[in-house]
T-cell receptor
Framework: KAGVTQTPRYLIKTRGQQVTLSCSPISGHRSVSWYQQTPGQGLQFLFEYFSETQRNKGNFPGRFSGRQFSNSRSEMNVSTLELGDSALYLC?????????????FGNGTRLTVT | KQEVTQIPAALSVPEGENLVLNCSFT??????LQWFRQDPGKGLTSLLLIQSSQREQTSGRLNASLDKSSGRSTLYIAASQPGDSATYLCAVRPRGTSGSRLTFGEGTQLTVNP
């Protein structure tokens, strides 16, 4: 069974630009979550989608948004990039809708903002 | 607000040693606790998931315990090997909200020396 796939693996963008990251969950998983990982803040929850609906949202500005498609694939968008947005962005999928199934993570997208 | 702490932040041991990694959390109202490992530049690999009603889980040389009332979990690694070198993260899923929002600790960076 294929794991969680994130594309692209690396991105370099300039301040002010926008970026879209993609995540394909494990087949059959309906929940997709996004996390930001930085050396200073560690892993922080961005948002979660279940059956195309945003179910939870973390404490990030409105520049960070996402969506989920009917096939459970998800995209995350960051507009007006800032230097502080440089991070490893991780996507995770899980099967259940009650929060009691394990999360499986992809290898992430490394975003560098210059 | 749930806070997760991992001690020690870094650990260096000789090959073959048995070791214990610690994780503590401030709010005992959790669905479950999950242990992950992260290799440099990679995503997270799920190791063990303990539901709030369970006391421990085992997988191969790994054993994780959970004491929800005291807000503690330990990850025991038996007969450590150089391939176990990685950062180990614990994460809790809060009870009371649906979904897959996890709160992570800062991790323990483990080095196993040949």
């Amino acid at each position: 069974k294929a794991g969680v796939t994130q594309t692209p693996r690396y991105l370099i963008k300039t301040r002010g630009q926008q970026v879209t990251l993609s995540c394909s969950p494990i087949s059959g998983h309906r929940s997709v979550s996004w996390y930001q990982q930085t050396p200073g803040q560690g892993l922080q929850f961005l948002f979660e989608y279940f059956s195309e609906t945003q179910r939870n949202k973390g404490n990030f500005p409105g520049r960070f948004s996402g969506r989920q498609f009917s096939n459970s694939r998800s995209e995350m968008n960051v507009s007006t990039l800032e230097l502080g947005d440089s991070a490893l962005y991780l996507c995770a999928s899980s099967w259940g809708d009650r929060g009691d199934s394990p999360l499986h993570f992809g290898n992430g997208t490394r975003l560098t903002v210059t | 607000k749930q806070e997760v702490t991992q001690i020690p932040a870094a650990l260096s041991v000789p090959e073959g040693e048995n070791l214990v990694l610690n994780c503590s959390f401030t709010d005992s109202a959790i669905y479950n606790l999950q242990w992950f490992r992260q290799d440099p530049g990679k995503g997270l690999t799920s190791l063990l998931l303990i539901q709030s009603s369970q006391r421990e889980q085992t997988s191969g040389r790994l054993n994780a315990s959970l004491d929800k009332s005291s807000g503690r979990s330990t990850l025991y690694i038996a007969a450590s090997q150089p391939g176990d070198s990685a950062t180990y993260l614990c994460a809790v899923r809060p009870r009371g909200t649906s979904g897959s929002r996890l709160t992570f600790g800062e991790g323990t960076q483990l080095t196993v020396n040949p």
